[in-house]
Structures are given as C-alpha cells and as structure tokens.
C-alpha cells in the first residue's frame, strides 16, 4: 500500500509539473535592436531618432529598394538633423536563413543597379551608383552609395546604403544630404553599418 502511494505521489507531482510548464508564459523572442541617433555618422548638428516603427517606411520602403523589403516581420526607424541630412534603418526578420540570404541578395542588386534606372525613369537626371565593397561582420555587410546630380533645378545628392545580415535578420541603412559622394563620411558610415548588425543580436 505505501508503494502503491508513493507511486501515485509521484505521478501526481510529475502531471503538476507538466501542467505548471504548459501554463507558464512563454517567452517572446527578443526583437532585433536598432542604431541609436548618437550612432550614426557625426554631423555638424545632433541627429535625432523616432521610435521604432512595425513595417515599411512609406512609398514602399528605401530609395533604390522600394517594396523589395516585405512588410511582415520588418520594423523601421527613421534619423535626421536640423540639416538637410537624413536616413533610415529598416530591419527584416525572415523565415528562414535562405530567405535572409535570398533578401540579402535581392537588396544588393537593386542597390547596385539603381543609378542606371533612375537615369532610366528621370530624364535629364545623373545618378551614378557605386560599391564600396564588403564588411567583416556577422555574416557580412556591403556598401554601395548612390550619386545624383538635377541639371536643370542645379541640386545634387549623395546617398549612402548598407545591407547586412546576422543568422535569419537582414538590415538595410541609409544615410544621405545633399551635395556629392567627396562630401559623404564614408569611413563612419562603414563603423554604422558594423554597429548596425552586431546590434541586431
């Protein structure tokens, strides 16, 4: 009898045990982390940045990428100064790492090919695009900038872009002000974009 109430003890404990563990809260997976205004590259004016945004920036997403990002699982944050510089960080998390590779891919194309189109879509503009080769982070970034010059309104700007990725999340950043790609801190944008993706996870 007294083995016979041990086991029944014990039974009844394990079935608790169980059922305290299919009632505990399950803990959500943390969200990518996302640049900080003081991140990004210094400007003669303090930059400032909103919230974090769940989705697309509007029109589809970044200059040179847009409605390349999907919507779902994808968060923004957007920078800017009392200037006219500005930028972005849009953050994708995707099914699968394939995916995140397949997205990876399909943003540097479109980042490297977005001179000529513009060119394409806007007569009388100059845009030329240029890559400025790859980083050693997580499992890579690269950075490409995109130059345009309006003869006719006599206002160039200069563009700069970044995709990176860490496991199943990609991160795309831009940063742009007018004038030309002499005038864009293109070694500081290079230690953003590292900051960028080791923050992710």
């Known amino acids: ?104 891919d399909t943003l540097r194309r479109a980042l490297a090919g977005c001179g000529p189109l513009l060119e394409q879509q806007n007569p009388g503009l100059q845009a030329v695009s240029a890559s400025h080769g790859k980083l050693a982070v997580e499992e890579g970034a690269w950075v490409y900038s995109l130059d345009t010059a309006d003869a006719q309104i006599g206002i160039s700007d200069i563009h700069l872009f970044s995709v990176g990725r860490d496991g199943r999340t990609v991160t795309l950043v831009r940063w742009g002000q007018m004038g030309d790609l002499g005038d864009a801190p293109l070694t500081a944008f290079r230690t953003t974009t590292k900051t960028a993706v080791n923050k992710l996870h």
């Open 1 to 104: 009898m007294n083995k016979l109430r041990t086991a029944l003890s014990t039974a009844l404990a394990a079935a608790l045990g169980l059922a305290a563990l299919a009632t505990a809260p399950v803990q959500a997976a943390a969200q990518p982390a996302f640049l900080a205004a003081a991140q990004m590259p210094p400007s003669s004016t303090p930059w400032t940045a909103t919230q974090v945004f769940t989705g697309v920036p509007e029109n589809g997403g970044v200059l040179c990428a847009p409605y390349k990002i999907p919507a779902q699982n994808t968060r923004y944050r957007e920078f800017s100064t009392e200037l006219d510089t500005n930028g972005v960080q849009v953050t994708n998390v995707a099914r699968t790492e394939a995916d995140a590779v397949k997205l990876v």
